[in-house]
């Protein structure tokens, strides 16, 4: 089983949860989250001065899925999450070694 980490922008994550909730996953959690890669933030205007957002807005979508099916549920986030900009999003796979969760 592979955790996938998926972060995004706020704009793509209703396409993004459309997708993985047709996509038959095991589980999904949604995280909010504040960060930059290659972009490094930008700068803002309010009342006249300007200001940097060093940190940007974006979801953190973690979900567990069968090693069978990665690939696929990969390339279906990225179809639907790329816009051809910088900042889109990252994808991290993890292997899970666990072979289950334990529910409480």
């Known amino acids: 089983?592979?955790?996938?980490?998926?972060?995004?922008?706020?704009?793509?994550v209703e396409?993004?949860?459309k997708v993985i909730s047709e996509s038959d996953v095991n589980a999904c959690v949604v995280?909010?989250?504040?960060?930059?890669?290659?972009?490094?933030?930008?700068?803002?205007?309010?009342?006249?001065?300007?200001y940097s957002m060093a940190f940007l807005p974006k979801l953190e979508i973690r979900v567990w899925v069968s090693d069978q099916?990665?690939?696929?549920?990969?390339d279906k986030i990225v179809?639907?999450?790329?816009?051809?900009?910088?900042?889109?999003?990252?994808?991290?796979?993890i292997d899970v070694g666990w072979p289950g969760a334990i529910e409480f």
């Open 1 to 12: 089983m592979k955790q996938l980490t998926v972060v995004v922008r706020p704009i793509t």
């Open 15 to 17: 396409a993004v949860l």
């Open 31 to 50: 995280h909010e989250a504040k960060g930059f890669s290659r972009q490094k933030g930008y700068l803002e205007r309010y009342q006249g001065s300007e």
């Open 69 to 74: 099916r990665v690939q696929e549920v990969i």
């Open 79 to 93: 179809k639907v999450a790329r816009t051809g900009r910088i900042g889109d999003g990252k994808i991290y796979v």
